[in-house]
Structures are given as C-alpha cells and as structure tokens.
C-alpha cells in the first residue's frame, strides 16, 4: 500500500483562506461544509481517521502556530474519555443543527452559521493549544470522534462478517 502524504505542514493556509474570504463575503462560509464533509467521506472510504493526522487545517494551524506559546499541560484525563467526546459531538451538533434551521434557506445565512461554528471552535482550539499541549483540540474534535465512531462502526461490521464466514464454511 502506498504511503499517503501528510500535508500538515501547509494545509493551515486553506483554513486561514476559509476565514479571510468569509469576512469579506460571508457566503464563502458554505466552503466550511467541505471542512466537515472531508472527514466523513475518508472515513465512510474506509481511511478511519487519516484526515485527522494527515490533512485536517485546523489541525496544522494549532500544530504549527501554537508550538511557542503552548505550556505543553496534558489534557486532564475526563476530556480524554468518550463521555466528554459524545457529550461534544452531541453539543456541536445540536448548536449547528439549531443554527441551520433558523438560517432556513437563505445562503447567508448558512453561511454565517457555518462561519460561526468553524471560528467558535477555532477559538477553543487555540484556548486549549495555549494551555495543554498545541494539538489538545484534536483529541476531542467532534470531527476526528465521529470519523473514529465511524471507523469502529465498520471495523465491528467487518468482524462479524469474517464471523458468519466462518460459522458457514
């Protein structure tokens, strides 16, 4: 299998362009919806949770930008467990969903909704980067739990297909 490129050390740049482009048009927020998306579809491809160590902006901006600043604290042990993580997952998209249906149809709207999101979490990522270590984000990204959500889901199915195979041979 061939080795898949991480592009960590500039994909930070398409979360930077994200931000400034949807200050001076706020229905360049849409392009968020590929942000999220991403995730999900190399997932649902099978791939677990490689955007997460190999493509995701959010990722490479806290990694890179963060690196001086951060007091390199661990992340307290409740933060790291799946109850925290669901409890996130859950949260973020109650807040999106409950944006997304006051937006109703108008673009701008869904822009701002996602710009919102997209940025609140940033600013959370950053807040954590600076007081545990630069990447603590990614350890409770609802984005990089569900894709693993994902992933065990698949990785469970595959096991019990490999168990009725066997039980009929």
């Known amino acids: 299998m061939a080795?898949?490129?991480?592009?960590q050390g500039w994909s930070?740049?398409?979360l930077i362009m994200f931000l400034l482009l949807s200050i001076l048009d706020i229905r360049f927020g849409l392009l968020g919806f590929i942000c999220m998306s991403a995730p999900i579809y190399h997932a649902l491809r099978g791939k677990g949770k490689i955007h997460c160590s190999k493509y995701c902006p959010?990722?490479?901006?806290l990694?890179?930008?963060?690196?001086?600043?951060?007091?390199e604290?661990?992340?307290?042990?409740f933060m790291k467990g799946?109850?925290?993580?669901?409890?996130?997952?859950?949260?973020?998209?109650f807040m999106f969903s409950l944006s997304l249906y006051h937006a109703g149809f108008d673009s701008r709207a869904i822009g701002f909704?996602?710009?919102?999101?997209?940025?609140?979490?940033?600013?959370?990522?950053?807040?954590?980067g600076i007081i545990y270590k630069p990447r603590s984000w990614c350890i409770v990204c609802p984005m990089g739990h569900a894709t693993g959500l994902i992933r065990d889901f698949q990785n469970q199915n595959n096991r019990e297909k490999k168990a009725n195979q066997n039980q009929v041979a």
């Open 82 to 93: 799946k109850k925290a993580k669901n409890t996130l997952l859950g949260l973020m998209l």
């Open 63 to 71: 990694g890179k930008f963060l690196q001086r600043l951060s007091f």
């Open 73 to 77: 604290n661990e992340l307290p042990l």
């Open 12 to 14: 930070w740049i398409l």
């Open 113 to 128: 909704a996602v710009f919102r999101l997209m940025t609140v979490s940033l600013i959370f990522g950053m807040i954590m």
């Open 58 to 61: 959010r990722g490479s901006l």
């Open 3 to 7: 080795k898949i490129k991480s592009h």
